[in-house]
């Protein structure tokens, strides 16, 4: 099993920035493709970027792409994502989730990742 926590989110101005963190416990995640997601209010959970298990393939949603960095530290089992340049459209609750041992792609399906964490909420203010 694994467990996963995200920080690092809050309230800030737009055009502001924001660096999550996701850390996992129970099992090594360094093994596995690792992705966030984010939900806003009356809206579906989607995709914003997911890292491949050695952090050398990336994939970003077009919303967030130049904005945000998605990165990992496999020695601290972190997977992180710096935002910048961020807009009110960005507000949502955003989760990092984990790809079950055997699978090497990043993928962009919910359905197809294990692991979940909580949720951090970021609120942009215009």
């Known amino acids: 099993q694994v467990q996963l926590v995200e920080s690092g989110g809050g309230l800030v101005q737009a055009g502001g920035s924001l660096r999550l963190s996701c850390a996992a416990s129970?099992?090594?995640?360094?093994?596995?493709?690792m992705s966030w997601f984010r939900q806003a209010p009356g809206k579906e959970r989607e995709f914003v970027a997911g890292?491949?298990?050695?952090?050398?393939?990336?994939d970003y949603a077009a919303s967030v792409k130049g904005r945000f960095t998605i990165s990992r530290d496999n020695a601290k089992n972190t997977v992180y994502l710096q935002m910048n340049s961020l807009n009110p459209e960005d507000t949502a609750v955003y989760y990092c989730?984990?790809?079950?041992?055997?699978?090497?792609?990043?993928?962009?399906?919910?359905?197809?990742?294990?692991?979940w964490g909580q949720g951090t909420q970021v609120t942009v203010s215009s």
């Open positions: 129970g099992r090594t995640i360094s093994s596995v493709p």
């Open positions: 989730a984990a790809r079950s041992l055997g699978w090497s792609r990043v993928v962009r399906t919910v359905a197809d990742y294990t692991y």
């Open positions: 890292i491949s298990w050695s952090g050398g393939s990336t």
